[in-house]
């Protein structure tokens, strides 16, 4: 049994990872902006879980929701950054808000999680997997704001894996395509009905972050079937 | 029960697929060069299994090997592409013959192998996993003709990729970096004792393989635990 950090908990694909997780037998420090949210999933799952509120673009909660963590299950052996969010529409529509959302959701967020996660356990050993997209791998029409702050990511993380080759600390680069989820509610560039399941996207992460003794998953990258 | 072509099944990676595809109820037609190995693999894995013998770089060869297949298992729904050789040293050390041997095993190989399969299942529809190499991410000293036909596998199979758009048939490439076995005996440029095993890739391969309804892995890079 590990202690595991799940970030963007409370719905879509961090939600159906924590299910998963705890199905497997691990515990989850579940972290995210909406209270209610994560206390559904505390009541569904028990004491193999506990929520956690807090704005992930905010170096003080991120910092205080770190120490709660490691306070209600000692030092994680994994971090799985899943909180995002995401506007859509062509370039000129996006307001200042939301271009601040955006970026501090996505790359700000990203940038303060692994500050915590080196800091607690980049001595120690452990992984810090991080869900991008395939909005990293490739430019997409009424996406530029979501694809810059993808993108974004994907550069910290390939320079920060360079920075800790040689170190205890792996880091895991998750790109899955559209998954089906309240992600997409405020959208209508896409129609996600035909997106993949939060469960099956989930599935094929977690086999992936399975610990082998002589290798581990580096990059993984789902696409849905069409 | 599925029937699955697996290439260079005789050694290393390709036994280590092949007996997990056993193991996890499969129907294994092995293709490789030498009819000993794949022998010794029909002895240990029984009726689940045939070894066809074949030089993958020869079109007739290519195309009797896959018949044998279809003869034996009807039409598969996978094929595993994971034959390959591998030359190593400075650029100027390579004799014509190592170049010929280097593409011909792992580029020529690679076009053949998909062109077979997509006239056996292009319409009905499959997966084609093609087995790379972190050579096909990066260019690497002692490794220029290895890369070389590493990268020209890359740059054959993601133009297939795009070129099957809307086909049933799904390209899965797959990139591990340097795996113990036989592939190393030659070489004295790395010490493949701490590179990962067949079995733990060949794990990770597997779990990544199997079918999920609304999503399948398109990439998976695997590192060795350093």
């Known amino acids: 049994m590990s202690h595991i950090i799940?970030?963007?908990?409370?719905?879509?694909?961090g939600r159906a990872l924590t299910i998963g997780l705890v199905a497997r037998g691990h515990q989850v420090s579940m972290m995210g902006r909406r209270y209610q949210k994560l206390q559904e999933q505390e009541q569904l799952l028990g004491r193999a879980v506990v929520g956690i509120a807090a704005d992930l673009?905010?170096?003080?909660?991120?910092?205080?929701?770190?120490?709660?963590?490691v306070a209600w299950?000692?030092?994680?052996?994994?971090?799985?950054?899943?909180?995002?969010?995401?506007?859509?529409?062509?370039?000129?529509?996006y307001t200042t808000e939301q271009i601040r959302r955006v970026v501090e959701s996505n790359l700000i967020s990203t940038i303060l999680v692994a500050q915590q996660t080196v800091k607690l356990i980049g001595s120690k050993g452990g992984v810090l997997a991080s869900v991008l997209s395939s909005a990293a791998q490739a430019g997409k029409a009424n996406e530029s704001l979501y694809c810059a702050s993808k993108w974004g990511?994907?550069?910290?993380?390939?320079?920060?894996?360079?920075?800790l080759k040689g170190s205890r600390l792996r880091l895991v680069n998750l790109y899955p395509?559209?998954?089906?989820?309240?992600?997409?509610?405020?959208?209508?560039?896409?129609?996600?009905?035909?997106?993949?399941?939060?469960?099956?996207?989930?599935?094929?992460?977690?086999?992936a972050l399975e610990a082998r003794s002589s290798c581990h998953v580096t990059d993984l990258f789902i696409g849905r079937n069409d």
């Open 73 to 93: 299950g000692g030092l994680p052996e994994m971090v799985i950054h899943c909180a995002g969010a995401g506007e859509f529409g062509p370039v000129g529509v």
């Open 153 to 163: 990511m994907r550069g910290f993380l390939e320079s920060l894996r360079v920075e």
């Open 57 to 69: 673009a905010r170096h003080e909660e991120v910092e205080m929701a770190f120490s709660a963590a």
């Open 6 to 13: 799940v970030t963007g908990a409370g719905s879509g694909l």
């Open 177 to 207: 395509s559209g998954i089906r989820s309240e992600f997409w509610d405020n959208s209508d560039h896409v129609d996600s009905s035909n997106f993949m399941t939060p469960e099956d996207a989930a599935a094929y992460m977690l086999d």
